[in-house]
């Protein structure tokens, strides 16, 4: 049973449509990611689950109970806000006890279960202090303490880690999945931030303008994106004009203008069926730069010229010019980076590109 | 002179004309108050000078004073719980709205761009004998005869709240808007209903507002002569009208002077208590 069902959702606000018949379902224990621009629908689906807005047709389930009906706090769900929003004149102890005072939890066992939770958190030292008193990041985990100690159905996580810096981001991102891991509950997290959504989910729901564009596991979405927009958003690509050829075998043949014809494998075209233009989507990271006199090793290659260079330590990100394309290659710097102005083959392999269909 | 010297002596150069002003029309007077009220006033009518503990006496010992006094503070008190009970709802309702805040604060303010007398005199027209309340009641046939509704203590309570009720619910929006609305949300998702997380959460949060706002009507509302004088009946005296009373009518200054310094230690008294618990910042916050 999915812990959680969406079934063509749809949230107006007057003339404008935030979600436009959306369906989900979220498997029990798993970790799905909202990923999107800002202004995505990716919030507002969030807040639909929470019971925070209503939606205005479809239908939510959690668990297999209908909870269109069900008001927010009768619905047992866990829910870490982007600012924390930790109850500032009470206690640590007594902010993560709110939730079993509703509970009729026992004061004895109230007690034990907030211990726990701060052990779970890492912080079993700091119940009587006020959250003012804590940093951000330690206020952030008594906010997952306070959400997860109800013992939840489902663990709904708002942008959790946008107000941190960005060294702590990547900690509380590790702690984050590390307790989620532990007590396997299933979390619907919300971010615009490419790099936690790959880092931590088992499943990625890449939405836009109020659309799913593409649902699926992290590599899945990364590697194989099934639109532009996907293509676009996670991490940086090229984008080349192309032409189908039609399916022969498991290969696919793309005419493009600075590549030439390029075999794709069939499985990194899962869209495209017949001929006519198509986009081939080459990753920064798969764009490999050499110089002209090396073998290219079966490598399609063209030359190009190094045109701006952006010096990032162990990797730089290079612009480079192959006739009238401008292009990203993003590389592990071997010794020392190419310069500007330098003459460089450009290199790709057939398997290392994705087609898709003009856009729909 | 160094930079440190200047920024040193900068906040004392921008305060100096203010603290002149307030030198010169508050603690100079306030010294020439506390000088009279140890004064005679003699049998002729002229004050002599001196140290003379007469009025002190008959303003602390006489029970007159002191009933006054204690009715003031019960009006007051009233008046202050009716505000707060008027005005929270109201400040709620504004700090919540989505969008036409401004608008709703300007029409909150509006009162005060017409005088407080005019105000408290306005409640003649509608409640006096010939008021519209009466002429209503009166053309639709349900009372036969004019109803003198003006003149009582109920009359100088509703005075003073008209007055003062702006004062309440500036002081509590101030408070509310300070306060996150998602920690409301955040009370909800742990199984609290709305009206539980208001009480939890807003409500206990609001509490430096409510309470800067009830201060300043409970000062504001016990120092009032001018509601008692036009809406209260002859019994209706607040202590503010003893003072009015001895120094205007009577032209008795040195006992006009020993009350008023009374009423200003009873609420001093007060508002030293507050910032004792609470702190001048929430109040200057409301006022600002």
Request: charged share 20%.
């Amino acid at each position: 049973m999915s812990a959680v069902t969406l079934k063509d959702i749809v949230k107006r606000f007057g003339d404008f449509t935030a979600v436009h018949r959306m369906s989900m379902e979220i498997p029990e224990g798993s970790f799905v990611t909202l990923l999107g621009p800002s202004g995505c629908g990716k919030t507002t689906t969030l807040r639909m689950i929470a019971g925070l807005l209503d939606p205005s047709e479809g239908e939510i389930s959690i668990k297999g109970r209908r909870v269109n009906d069900v008001p927010i706090h009768k619905r047992n769900l866990g829910i870490v806000f982007q600012n924390y929003a930790l109850f500032p004149h009470k206690t640590v102890a007594e902010n993560i006890a709110f939730g079993l005072k509703y509970r009729d939890v026992p004061k004895e066992e109230a007690k034990k279960r907030v211990a726990q939770a701060l052990e779970l958190v890492q912080l079993p030292d700091v119940g009587d202090r006020y959250p003012k008193q804590l940093s951000g990041g330690q206020q952030q985990r008594i906010a997952l303490a306070r959400a997860i100690v109800i013992e939840p159905d489902v663990l709904l996580l708002d942008e959790p880690l946008s107000a941190l810096d960005a060294n702590l981001r990547e900690d509380m991102r590790v702690e984050l999945k590390r307790i989620q891991h532990r007590i396997g509950i299933t979390t619907v997290f919300v971010t615009h931030d490419q790099s936690e959504a790959l880092a931590m989910s088992d499943r990625i729901v890449v939405m836009s303008q109020g659309r799913v564009e593409q649902a699926g596991a992290p590599e899945e979405v990364y590697n194989t994106p099934e639109t532009e927009f996907v293509a676009q958003f996670l991490g940086s690509s090229n984008i080349l004009e192309g032409t189908s050829n039609g399916a022969s075998g498991d290969e696919v043949a793309i005419e493009t203008a600075g590549f030439g014809l390029i075999a794709v494998p069939k499985s990194r075209a899962p869209k495209l069926n017949g001929s006519g233009p198509v986009k081939l989507v080459i990753r920064a990271e798969k764009l490999h730069l050499a110089k002209p006199e090396t073998d290219p090793d079966g490598q399609i290659a063209v030359d190009g010229v190094v045109e701006t260079v952006d010096y990032q330590g162990q990797a730089a990100r290079y612009f480079v010019r192959v006739g009238d394309l401008q292009l990203q290659a993003i590389n592990m710097i071997d010794d020392h980076p190419f310069n500007e102005g330098d003459t460089v083959s450009v290199r790709i392999r057939p398997r290392d590109c994705a087609a898709l269909p003009e856009a729909r | 002179m160094s930079v440190e010297a200047r920024e040193a002596r900068q906040p004392w150069v921008l305060l100096s004309p203010a603290l002149t002003a307030v030198l010169l029309l508050l603690f100079v007077p306030l010294a020439f108050i506390v000088v009279y009220s140890f004064w005679l006033r003699t049998a002729t009518g002229a004050d002599q000078a001196g140290f003379y503990l007469d009025n002190w006496n008959e303003a602390l010992t006489d029970p007159f004073y002191r009933d006054i006094l204690l009715n003031t503070l019960k009006i007051a008190g009233i008046t202050t719980v009716v505000c707060a009970l008027m005005g929270y709802p109201a400040a709620y309702f504004i700090a919540r709205s989505k969008g036409n805040k401004v608008i709703l604060l300007l029409l909150l303010m509006l009162p005060f761009w017409i005088s407080y007398i005019i105000r408290t005199m306005s409640w003649i027209n509608i409640l006096g004998v010939s008021g519209a309340f009466n002429t209503a009641l009166l053309s639709l046939g349900i009372i036969s005869e004019p109803v003198q509704m003006l003149y009582n203590e109920t009359t100088v309570i509703l005075g003073l709240v008209h007055f003062l009720l702006p004062f309440m619910v500036l002081n509590v929006y101030v408070s509310l808007e300070g306060i996150d609305e998602t920690l409301e949300d955040a009370a909800c998702s742990l199984g609290a209903t709305r009206w539980k997380s208001f009480l939890e959460i807003t409500l206990p949060l609001s509490l430096p507002g409510l309470a800067a706002g009830g201060l300043l009507c409970f000062v504001l509302g016990a120092g009032t002569y001018i509601t008692p004088l036009v809406l209260g009946g002859p019994t209706d005296a607040m202590f503010a009208n003893l003072v009015f009373e001895a120094i205007i009518t009577q032209l008795d200054w040195p006992l006009g002077s020993a009350l008023s310094l009374m009423l200003l230690a009873v609420l001093g008294a007060l508002v030293l208590i507050y910032n004792h618990y609470l702190g001048m910042a929430q109040l200057m916050k409301g006022l600002g």
